[in-house]
């Protein structure tokens, strides 16, 4: 059973769009990390979120986790190509680090 | 400040054989976590290490092991490698106050191929 589950799991959009992409759990977690990996790259965090209904912003990227601390989304305004890469959600249960399978974004141009 | 570096980046070797990978965090940073990614599985946990003490273990076989020296730098070590074990193994240094996944900063991997 995967304890964090993302969607879609494959996005294919045009430059400009926007985008939203899930990730859901039946944990409570503790914080929520959202990563971006590059094919033969180790995933880049970008952001943590802590409190429940917290909100962050990241230049195009808006970042949201649940009032229960059980879920979280990505939102990106008016993608660009650069925005292309694998998207990747990650808590922490019993100490133990757990990723979902991520969301794979590609922004045509 | 100099992010973690993994070597070698790129591996082959075949059945049987055992291999040792090397993972250098950020300065300062005490903890070092080891992921297996493969397109199948995804990031899969193998361990942490927190001053030179390994704090948690994911689900692989004993073969998996690692090690932390008191610079922090970590090694993992597969014994008797199989077809399966073909991956990109990943490295994550974090400060290390809370245990487990916080914000962890990820090495560039190394590709390890068995052929």
């Known amino acids: 059973t995967q304890l964090l589950e993302q969607s879609p799991q494959f996005l294919s959009i045009q430059e400009g769009e926007n985008l939203t992409v899930y990730c859901n759990s039946s944990?409570?977690?503790?914080?929520l990390q959202w990563y971006r990996q590059e094919p033969g790259e180790g995933p880049v965090l970008l952001v943590t979120?802590?409190?429940?209904?917290e909100v962050k912003k990241l230049k195009r990227l808006t970042f949201q986790f649940g009032d229960a601390r059980k879920d979280s989304s990505l939102h990106i305004t008016a993608a660009q190509t650069g925005d292309t890469g694998l998207y990747l959600c990650?808590?922490?249960?019993?100490?133990?680090?757990?990723f979902g399978d991520g969301t794979t974004l590609t922004v045509k141009p | 400040k100099a992010g973690v570096t993994q070597t070698p980046r790129y591996l082959i070797k075949t059945r049987g054989q055992q291999v040792t990978l090397s993972c250098s965090p950020i300065s300062g940073h005490r903890s070092v976590s080891w992921y297996q990614q493969t397109p199948g599985q995804g990031l899969q946990f193998l361990f942490e290490?927190?001053?030179?003490?390994?704090?948690n273990k994911g689900n692989f076989p004993g073969r998996f092991s690692g090690r932390q020296f008191s610079n922090s730098r970590s090694e993992m070590n597969v014994s008797t490698l199989e077809l399966g074990d073909s991956a990109l193994y990943l490295c994550?240094?974090?400060?290390?106050?809370?245990?487990?996944?916080?914000?962890?900063?990820f090495g560039p991997g190394t590709r390890l191929t068995v052929t």
């Open positions: 290490y927190f001053s030179e003490t390994q704090r």
């Open positions: 990650a808590g922490s249960i019993a100490g133990k680090s757990t």
């Open positions: 994550a240094s974090s400060w290390g106050r809370t245990v487990g996944a916080y914000e962890q900063y």
């Open positions: 944990s409570v977690f503790s914080s």
């Open positions: 979120v802590v409190t429940g209904g």
